[in-house]
């Protein structure tokens, strides 16, 4: 079978790949239906990484975070019709103590190697997840999104001290979202605030039980522990106030990508005994793990679907280009491709 | 019932000097028609995929299908005609004896030289024939036509804005395909380059799909160097 892989080539240009594959291989053919576009996926498509990074990396089809339909399984596990989400890293090894997304030899989709924009998704067996009925597939379309949030709250659990009354979780954008919904659900007796920029984003944050203008925090407001989710140039400024509203031997999960060296004050995180971990991407075990939770607790779904900021239909290259411009242009929420091309 | 026809009776005549059918050349590590018949085959709206091969080359067909593809119940193989119709017709003919056609069976027919056929323009193609009945894949002409009877002066320039080319699949009511051919006389069947104009004989409406301009059909020694050159394209990561 000759597969269409639709590649970004250039910023802002994608073109189409024909590669052939086989319904022989050992591998489950998988046809994409919704796919959400993420900040790692725009640094590229808007040429924001670094020249000998794009150099290097495109010609490359983007997107990691999809679900989509099985249509071919040789060894006849999935059902054709199962709805499933695609998991975008692949381990070549495996290791008794390091994580599959940690493993430097691990790939990993729309980074280094092709993303889910294609005709059809080949993969291994143990890549897809089944997707709950309850769940919406536009919901769907950002699982890894969810399990990249579930990964952190459990490297969290196994590594903060007992006294969690107060999270902080630093962003207001999709991943703060998340990870502030799922920290709320897994400690419902903690007290979760949100800190961010902008008003009409915290608004957004009904499940939290409190959030914070980063300029308007009282002065008296601390964190036993917190979560940095900007990324990008907020991750120092974010950094900066976590440690100064932090109390003593807290820890901080860091979540955010900046493409910049960001400064840390290691003076007060020494003062402190802070603790301070990074977390990326998620695994497997990561993905079960989301897909219970949208399948045992009912609400979740429910404000997972009030994140899904546009559905663009896309059935040529130029819908692509649209729905990333959109995506640029909008101010919250999830962009999902209808993938119709 | 829906039943794809994967056309692959022709012997290939323009390719040059070549004993193999242009179907049958390989592209990359398999045979043409085999990239095809395996993008029908991830289709589960299809009941059944009938390959319709040369007569001669039956055996051959069902040979290189069980070594790429293996045992399918969906996949047969029967004989075509000496024209293009002609083997839609003898398919029909057969599929009518197999399973006994019914009023609302579509058959979505394609050139197996057509590999780079995406699942959009499949499904797109089996929505609208369910809907309209006859349904035409085309992409909008690039270059102006230009009409001439004589071959040697114009007699006409249609607006480019009109023209369309035509590809494949093209698909069809069953039943309704079957009957207004039927009805052709022997000068009308003459005329028929292709199916949809059996529709367009008897004014009867064939909606468009969107088709690609990468639908190439491969036809020539040229067709096949940029099959394979767009292969090749591929093969980065």
Redo the contacts between chains.
């Keep these: 079978m000759i597969n269409q892989v639709y590649r970004l080539v250039a910023p802002r240009r994608f073109e189409i790949a024909y590669t052939e594959c086989s319904l022989q291989s050992s591998g489950v053919i998988v046809r994409p239906q919704y796919l959400s576009i993420c900040a790692a996926d725009q640094r590229y498509y808007t040429g924001s990484r670094a020249k000998e990074v794009l150099q290097q990396k495109l010609p490359m089809a983007l997107i990691h975070e999809a679900m989509g339909i099985v249509v071919h399984d040789p060894q006849g596990h999935w059902a054709h019709g199962t709805r499933v989400v695609l998991i975008p890293n692949h381990p070549t090894e495996s290791d008794d103590v390091v994580a599959e997304n940690y493993l430097r030899s691990s790939k990993f989709c729309s980074s280094s190697r092709d993303g889910f924009m294609q005709d059809y998704v080949v993969v291994a067996r143990d890549r897809l997840v089944e997707v709950p009925s309850c769940v919406s597939p536009t919901v769907a379309a950002f699982t890894e999104l969810v399990s990249v949030s579930t990964h952190a709250i459990d490297r969290f659990a196994v590594r903060a001290h007992e006294r969690r009354d107060v999270l902080g979780v630093w962003g207001d954008g999709n991943l703060g979202f998340i990870v502030a919904l799922l920290l709320k659900k897994q400690y419902p007796r903690s007290q979760v605030y949100v800190f961010g920029k902008t008003e009409h984003k915290l608004a957004h944050f009904s499940f939290a039980d409190g959030t914070y203008l980063i300029d308007a925090i009282p002065r008296d407001l601390t964190v036993h522990h917190a979560f940095e989710c900007t990324g990008g140039m907020g991750s120092q400024v974010a950094i900066a106030q976590i440690i100064d509203r932090i109390e003593p031997e807290g820890t901080i999960s860091l979540l955010g990508v900046s493409e910049l060296p960001v400064e840390v004050n290691t003076r007060m995180v020494l003062e402190k005994g802070l603790t301070l971990f990074g977390s990326s991407r998620s695994g497997r075990a990561d993905f079960l793990r989301a897909v219970e939770i949208l399948q045992t607790q009912a609400d979740v779904p429910q404000y997972l679907q009030t994140l899904v900021g546009t559905v663009c239909d896309v059935h040529s290259i130029q819908d692509m280009v649209n729905a990333f411009e959109t995506d640029l242009t909008t101010s919250w929420g999830k962009t999902v491709m209808a993938w119709n091309v | 019932m829906i039943y794809a026809l994967i056309l692959a009776a022709g012997k290939g005549t323009r390719m040059g000097n070549v004993d193999l059918p242009k179907q049958f050349m390989q592209?990359?590590?398999?045979p043409i028609v085999i990239?095809t018949v395996?993008?029908f085959?991830?289709?589960?709206a299809l009941d059944r995929i009938i390959v319709v091969a040369p007569q001669d080359w039956l055996q051959y067909t069902t040979d290189i299908l069980n070594r790429?593809?293996?045992h399918d119940p969906r996949l047969m193989v029967t004989a075509g005609g000496p024209d293009r119709n002609e083997s839609i017709m003898n398919a029909l003919r057969y599929v009518d004896k197999q399973f006994g056609i019914q009023a609302d069976d579509i058959v979505i027919t394609h050139d197996s030289v057509r590999?780079?056929v995406?699942?959009?323009i499949i499904e797109e193609n089996i929505q609208y024939a369910l809907e309209t009945g006859a349904v035409d894949t085309v992409i909008p002409a690039i270059d102006t036509i230009v009409k001439s009877t004589s071959g040697q002066y114009i007699d006409e320039i249609p607006y480019r804005t009109e023209m369309y080319q035509g590809q494949t699949p093209q698909s069809f009511n069953a039943r309704k395909l079957m009957h207004l051919y039927g009805e052709l006389s022997a000068e009308e069947r003459s005329t028929l380059t292709d199916a949809c104009k059996i529709f367009t004989l008897r004014q009867q409406p064939v909606r468009l799909v969107?088709g690609e301009v990468?639908n190439i059909k491969i036809t020539t020694p040229y067709d096949l160097k940029v099959a394979e050159a767009?292969?090749e394209?591929?093969?980065?990561?």
């Design positions: 592209l990359g590590s398999r990239h395996e993008k085959m991830l289709h589960d790429y593809i293996g590999p780079f995406t699942r959009r969107r990468f767009l292969l394209g591929g093969t980065h990561h």
